[in-house]
């Protein structure tokens, strides 16, 4: 049983560049939730995607993007890149059913670098 | 809004010794969970345990137990028989109905041989 696969691995940039991170969630699962994880940081939310549409979204500007597609993959867009966007992104993937809660599954990032 | 807080940017553990983890958070929910998550030089978080904020029961996972006191907003993880697998970055993560995580900053966790 596949996890949760993200790509590419790593990614340098340049600021002013636009960039697309891909993944691809834990079978049997349909909501995929995006990170960025600082380097030294926790992991801080940037938005959800369930049913093809963003559920909900952190504190962060509009230049960050998200799509989902019909077989649940998703793409993370960031536009106009700036230095401090240089971070681990982190893709998690979780079944939806009843109740309020999912346990969250990880995928292992992908490391942007802008310069 | 939620906050989580690690308070111990690293700590150290002699292989085969015991050493907890420590975190607090702060919520005005009443129904909520918590994780612990384990980050090797790899990347990739993995869960380690989890507590459902509604079991008065402290969660364990093996070596690894969980001491949550809920009145007092506290989330501490201690590891026994410490392994050299073990070293790491924790963190210490709150889920609600919102779904999304929060996370602490993190403990680094050396274990010395």
């Known amino acids: 049983d596949a996890g949760v696969t993200q790509s590419p691995t790593h990614l340098i940039k340049t600021r002013g560049q636009q960039v697309t991170l891909r993944c691809s969630p834990k079978?049997?699962?349909?909501?995929v939730s995006w990170y960025q994880q600082a380097l030294g940081q926790g992991p801080q939310f940037i938005f959800q995607?369930?049913?093809?549409?963003?559920?909900q979204r952190g504190n962060f500007p509009d230049r960050f993007s998200g799509h989902q597609f019909p077989n649940y993959s998703s793409e993370l867009n960031v536009n106009a890149l700036l230095l401090g966007d240089s971070a681990l992104y982190l893709c998690?993937?979780?079944?939806?059913?009843?109740?309020?809660?999912?346990?969250?599954?990880f995928g292992p990032g992908t490391r942007l670098t802008v310069t | 809004a939620q906050t989580v807080t690690q308070s111990q940017p690293e700590m150290s553990v002699q292989e085969a010794e015991t050493v907890t983890l420590s975190c607090t958070y702060d919520?005005?929910?009443?129904?909520?969970?918590l994780f612990w998550y384990k980050q090797p030089p790899s990347r990739q978080m993995i869960l380690v345990i989890r507590?459902?904020?509604?079991?008065?029961q402290n969660a364990t996972e093996n070596r690894f137990s969980v001491n949550f006191q809920k009145a007092a907003k506290s989330f501490s993880l201690k590891i026994s028989d410490s392994q050299l697998g073990d070293a790491a970055m924790y963190f210490c993560?709150?889920?609600?109905?919102?779904?999304?995580?929060?996370f602490g900053t993190g403990t680094r966790l050396k274990v010395l041989a």
């Open positions: 998690a993937s979780s079944p939806m059913g009843t109740g309020g809660y999912y346990e969250q599954y």
């Open positions: 079978s049997g699962h349909d909501t």
């Open positions: 995607y369930y049913e093809e549409e963003e559920r």
């Open positions: 919520t005005s929910e009443s129904d909520y969970y």
């Open positions: 507590q459902e904020a509604y079991k008065q």
């Open positions: 993560a709150y889920a609600s109905g919102t779904y999304k995580y929060i």
